[in-house]
């Protein structure tokens, strides 16, 4: 059956309230669904007399153009699947009315510009490996999984990685092998690209190449209002190219990443583990290691402090991206006594795998980040307060909070500079930059507040620590970042201001900020006037 045109656009006008900021561009965005092959006036679940809500007639509607297998409702198993694929447990509460799997490009811009039709909010997942409600999922709208766009592919030359958003690091490292060749991307194979090169991507190969933002040749993006898929590099809509490396899902969704491929010869790593005694040694090498980056490039480092097992412990994740069994850069940390050493040489993604290993969906989780200047006697004072305060939340079922010491070295910020610059704020000027994360995991939603409340507080005294010795640096990083934390902001006046043009010129009617609300927004924090924000 088909229906009348004008009834239908009549229709929506009476549907749509005058408040509402998309009703005047039902005309566009219709022209641009005839473009893409959709004729409105087919679909009955956006006819006048449909009755459901506006996510209702947004599912029915994609439904109708896609079918069951790529439209998912509520209780259905491949719902439940899809729901239970979120790491965490808060991302896997959240029930969309909906869950669309586009299988191509185009599918993309089909479900963005029919969210505008009937103002139903979206939003989309690579990996899912956020923490907090929200942030790739919807509540009561759709959730569109990139799970199907999953294209790994090379150039003639293989200089150049095209690379889905529905991919995990794990898939892509394995379908580069064969060829020799790695990209800068995520260091768990069950974390996706998308996210993590949106929002920066510290790689084991950082210190030679830099974050995995700055070393993407070009992305393919759905634009708003018109769901026009444009490309973006250094010398094509340079504006757009330069916000989407650190801006998020603020521009657009990325619907391929074509990333510069490195050599992957084996690599050299360890999981090196030590007692409390040898703390001040960890540490003393730690800082070494950082304050030397420059002197060799292949040597990659994180440090994770907890308590576990009954005892406080460090354990040193040590990455060197050749296989040399002592090289000279890790020798400090070679010559403290530890408690165990998993030294071995293995492929990227075989390792990337064994890093992840005991990591499991389902369990409540917190990512929470701040940034300071490198001193080494903060650091160890960052520890041991660490230490003193933990024992608040250790009786929390299921808890096991973990203090994360990464280092933004000069090197990477260095390479911040390449093809115009990024959107995060950081130059070679201000480094070596202390990053501290604080990873919590535990059981139970009735102890949401008390871990929340444990690791704010951690972070306050920390901050007003680091200020008493000069050492506060503003930047936040995405990918570590709380729901109370407002990311944007942290790049500096300057770059959110810019950013704030460029969202504005490529999507003039604020789709990206208002349908997808979820993740790290130019206006704030995901969660307002609480802690942080």
Not at 117 to 140: D, I, M, N, R, V
Request: charged fraction near 20%.
């Amino acid at each position: 059956m088909r229906f009348d045109k004008s009834a239908v656009i009549a229709a929506w006008a009476v549907t749509f309230a005058i408040a509402r900021p998309f009703k005047h561009l039902v005309g566009e965005v219709e022209d641009a669904l005839a473009n893409l092959g959709v004729d409105v006036t087919t679909i009955p679940q956006l006819n006048g007399s449909f009755t459901g809500s506006a996510c209702e007639r947004a599912c029915g509607a994609l439904d109708y153009l896609y079918g069951s297998e790529r439209v998912l409702s509520e209780n259905i198993p491949a719902y439940q699947n899809a729901t239970e694929s979120y790491w965490s447990a808060q991302q896997q509460e959240v029930k969309p009315t909906c869950i669309f799997i586009p299988s191509i490009d185009t599918d993309v811009s089909t479900v963005v510009l029919l969210t505008q039709l009937t103002e139903c909010p979206f939003a989309a997942k690579s990996g899912g490996h956020a923490a907090f409600a929200g942030a790739s999922s919807s509540q009561g709208g759709i959730s569109i999984l990139f799970r199907d766009l999953n294209e790994v592919s090379l150039n003639d030359d293989k200089s150049i990685a095209s690379i889905g958003p529905g991919n995990k690091w794990g898939q892509v490292y394995k379908a580069l092998e064969p060829h020799g060749l790695a990209v800068v991307g995520g260091r768990l194979s069950d974390i996706g690209v998308g996210g993590l090169t949106t929002g920066g991507g510290i790689s084991y190969y950082s210190n030679e190449y830099g974050w995995a933002l700055d070393n993407v040749e070009s992305f393919e993006v759905v634009s708003a209002p018109d769901g026009n898929i444009l490309r973006a590099s250094e010398t094509e809509r340079p504006d757009l190219y330069w916000a989407l490396r650190g801006g998020g899902n603020n521009v657009g969704l990325v619907t391929k990443f074509n990333l510069h491929t490195i050599p992957s010869p084996p690599l050299r790593g360890t999981t090196r583990v030590f007692s409390e005694d040898q703390f001040s040694n960890v540490l003393d090498a730690f800082v070494d290691v950082a304050r030397n980056a420059r002197a060799d490039k292949n040597a990659q480092q994180y440090v994770v402090f907890a308590h576990t097992g009954g005892m406080n412990i460090a354990s040193a994740e040590l990455t060197y991206t050749k296989d040399v069994s002592d090289p000279a850069v890790f020798r400090n940390y070679r010559s403290i006594p530890a408690i165990s050493d998993t030294s071995s040489t293995r492929n990227l993604s075989d390792y990337c795998s064994g890093i992840g290993a005991g990591d499991q969906n389902g369990q409540r989780q917190i990512f929470w980040n701040r940034t300071f200047k490198l001193n080494d006697e903060f650091a160890k004072w960052v520890v041991e307060h660490f230490f003193s305060v933990v024992a608040r939340v250790t009786d929390v079922p299921g808890a096991l909070p973990m203090l994360v010491f990464q280092v933004i070295t000069e090197p990477m910020l260095e390479m911040m500079s390449r093809a115009g610059g990024n959107a995060l704020g950081l130059d070679a000027s201000s480094g070596p930059i202390l990053m501290i994360h604080i990873l919590s995991k535990w059981n139970n939603t009735s102890d949401d507040d008390t871990i929340t409340g444990f690791v704010d507080d951690f972070f306050t005294n920390v901050a007003a620590e680091a200020k008493a010795r000069g050492l506060n640096n503003d930047f936040i990083y995405m990918n570590y970042a709380s729901q109370f934390q407002d990311v944007i902001s942290s790049y500096g006046e300057d770059n959110k201001a810019r950013l704030q043009q460029i969202a504005s010129k490529f999507d003039h009617s604020g789709v990206y900020q208002t349908l997808q609300p979820g993740y790290f927004k130019l206006a704030g924090a995901p969660v307002q006037g609480t802690i942080e924000s």
